[in-house]
């Protein structure tokens, strides 16, 4: 028990450690863990997975740990992939010998809360000594079992998909307002996030940069230049998830998270997917999700007076 103990007293240490490093010892940090909470009220993705604040982590005693350990970390809540030159005959024996012996346990069902549909747009601010200031901007979507998730992922990568992202070419190239700006979906098994986040460029005022983002994203609505937009997206997506699967360790991976979604044959379909997604399924994604009523933002401001 004593070494137990030492064990996880230096774990405590080095998690304390990826915490500071991580979200408090770098500029914008702790951006994430002042915008979920904003965005979620109730669902526990309103914390990370290390911790909402240090005290959690310093706090935690060691029968909590072991509690979570044991209704969770259990063969018969596990997934193994094995991919690469191996038969089934083969896979079966190694993983009876290396995992069979470990019992089935009691494992805890997840029940987490909805979170509430959000009705009305929140906005924080915030400042810190940082090179500039920043926009953080977020809005509810489905989960990624959701009809409209590949809907929403190309209609982040026609807003930020490289250089030729509209946002980059718009507001980085032309106008000038940011230095850096990107956009995604959190692709979580609950309700998640499309986040938009960036950087402003020197003496731009953050409400006008607030604006120009919008008028981007009202931008997927007209037709004209979508449907060539969307066609480039969709190559590099196909070409990017053929390529990945090259690898065995990749294909993996990916066949782990379709058997945790309920079917390891998605990894088929997903390119068929992405292809079927029309110029009015992006203007509908658009019209539904980008809503002020269903966003909330965090204006992170420079003190620095040099900014």
Same mark, same amino acid.
């Given at each position: 028990?004593?070494?137990?103990?030492?064990?996880?007293?230096?774990?405590?240490?080095?998690?304390?450690?990826?915490?500071?490093?991580?979200?408090?010892?770098?500029?914008?940090?702790?951006?994430?863990?002042?915008?979920?909470?904003?965005?979620?009220?109730?669902?526990?993705?309103?914390?990370?997975?290390?911790?909402?604040?240090?005290?959690?982590?310093?706090?935690?005693?060691?029968?909590?740990?072991?509690?979570?350990?044991?209704?969770?970390?259990?063969?018969?809540?596990?997934?193994?992939?094995?991919?690469?030159?191996?038969?089934?005959?083969?896979?079966?024996?190694?993983?009876?010998?290396?995992?069979?012996?470990?019992?089935?346990?009691?494992?805890?069902?997840?029940?987490?809360?909805?979170?509430? #549909?959000?009705?009305? !747009?929140?906005?924080?601010? &915030?400042?810190?000594?940082?090179?500039?200031? @920043? =926009?953080? +901007? *977020?809005?509810?979507?489905?989960?990624?079992?959701?009809?409209?998730?590949?809907?929403?992922?190309?209609?982040?990568?026609?807003?930020?998909?490289?250089?030729?992202?509209?946002?980059?070419?718009?507001?980085?190239?032309?106008?000038?307002?940011?230095?850096?700006?990107?956009?995604?979906?959190?692709?979580?098994?609950?309700?998640?996030?499309? #986040?938009?986040?960036? !950087?402003?460029?020197?003496? &731009?005022?953050?409400?006008?940069?607030?604006? @120009? =983002?919008? +008028? *981007?994203?009202?931008?997927?609505?007209?037709?004209?230049?979508?449907?060539?937009?969307?066609?480039?997206?969709?190559?590099?997506?196909?070409?990017?998830?053929?390529?990945?699967?090259?690898?065995?360790?990749?294909?993996?991976?990916?066949?782990?998270?379709?058997?945790?979604?309920?079917?390891?044959?998605?990894?088929?379909?997903?390119?068929?997917?992405?292809?079927?997604?029309?110029?009015?399924?992006?203007?509908?994604?658009?019209?539904?999700?980008?809503?002020?009523?269903?966003?909330?933002?965090?204006?992170?401001?420079?003190?620095?007076?040099?900014?």
């Amino acid at each position: 028990m004593f070494w137990l103990l030492l064990l996880i007293t230096f774990c405590g240490f080095k998690v304390i450690e990826e915490y500071n490093q991580r979200y408090i010892n770098q500029p914008y940090g702790d951006a994430l863990l002042k915008l979920r909470p904003l965005a979620y009220k109730v669902h526990p993705y309103r914390w990370p997975t290390i911790g909402l604040d240090i005290k959690h982590i310093e706090k935690t005693e060691l029968e909590q740990i072991k509690k979570f350990f044991f209704s969770h970390y259990a063969p018969n809540n596990a997934i193994l992939t094995l991919t690469g030159n191996i038969t089934f005959e083969t896979a079966c024996k190694y993983a009876n010998k290396w995992f069979g012996p470990i019992e089935k346990r009691f494992i805890q069902s997840r029940k987490l809360p909805a979170e509430p #549909i959000q009705d009305e !747009k929140r906005i924080l601010i &915030i400042e810190k000594d940082v090179p500039s200031d @920043a =926009i953080y +901007k *977020v809005w509810h979507t489905g989960s990624v079992k959701s009809m409209d998730f590949h809907t929403l992922d190309l209609l982040t990568d026609l807003l930020a998909g490289g250089e030729s992202g509209r946002l980059n070419r718009k507001l980085v190239r032309e106008m000038k307002l940011f230095s850096e700006i990107n956009a995604y979906t959190t692709s979580e098994l609950d309700p998640g996030l499309i #986040i938009i986040h960036g !950087k402003l460029m020197k003496g &731009i005022d953050i409400q006008y940069a607030d604006e @120009a =983002i919008s +008028k *981007v994203i009202v931008s997927l609505e007209n037709k004209d230049g979508i449907k060539d937009e969307m066609e480039k997206v969709k190559n590099k997506f196909e070409s990017s998830s053929v390529f990945s699967n090259t690898s065995i360790l990749n294909k993996a991976m990916s066949l782990s998270f379709y058997e945790l979604l309920g079917n390891p044959d998605l990894i088929n379909r997903e390119i068929d997917a992405y292809r079927k997604v029309d110029q009015e399924m992006v203007i509908e994604a658009t019209r539904k999700y980008f809503v002020p009523s269903n966003c909330s933002t965090l204006y992170y401001k420079s003190t620095r007076k040099d900014k």
